[in-house]
């Protein structure tokens, strides 16, 4: 059975943003979570590999291999979207299909019969299992 590495690492604040309202981050968690960045690491070819969360496009599982679409490259890595759902933000991620899970800031639009498309232009399918829990999803981000 293969292994897997993967770790999740907060970017440091801009200064300017530690010094503003601390009292208010501390009274909200969501308005801090916000303003941290994260990039998860994941060994990829026998080499760590720093990716930031905000370039993820989509996630997709084939085989139990999981493949992390970015813009720039595509990672697969042997894992599952448990382990993986485990390390990133809850509040941005979000399954549409069986196979494939979704970044919700990158989606330019999405129907029950054409599926989603993103801004990148890739349209993935959205199961009807998967819908409802999308469509609630998509509404409270925007």
């Known amino acids: 059975m ?39 690491i994941l060994k990829y070819n026998r080499k760590y590999v720093q990716i930031p969360v905000d370039s993820i496009l989509y996630l997709e599982v084939l085989n139990h291999d ?20 485990k390390e990133l933000p809850p509040s941005r991620f979000v399954r549409c299909h069986k196979s494939y899970a979704v ?18 232009r890739v349209t993935l399918p959205l199961g009807r299992k998967y819908f409802d829990e999308f469509r609630s999803r998509f509404i409270e981000v925007y």
Do not use: W
């Open 66 to 85: 999981l493949t992390v679409h970015t813009p720039a490259k595509d990672y697969t890595v042997r894992m599952t979207f448990s382990q993986i759902f």
């Open 2 to 40: 293969p292994v897997y590495d993967i770790a999740v690492r907060n970017d440091k604040m801009d200064f300017v943003q530690s010094m503003a309202a601390p009292c208010e981050k501390e009274m909200n968690p969501d308005l801090k979570r916000q303003t941290e960045s994260k990039n998860i």
């Open 103 to 120: 970044n919700l800031a990158r989606i330019s639009h999405f129907s029950r019969t054409e599926g989603v498309t993103l801004d990148c």
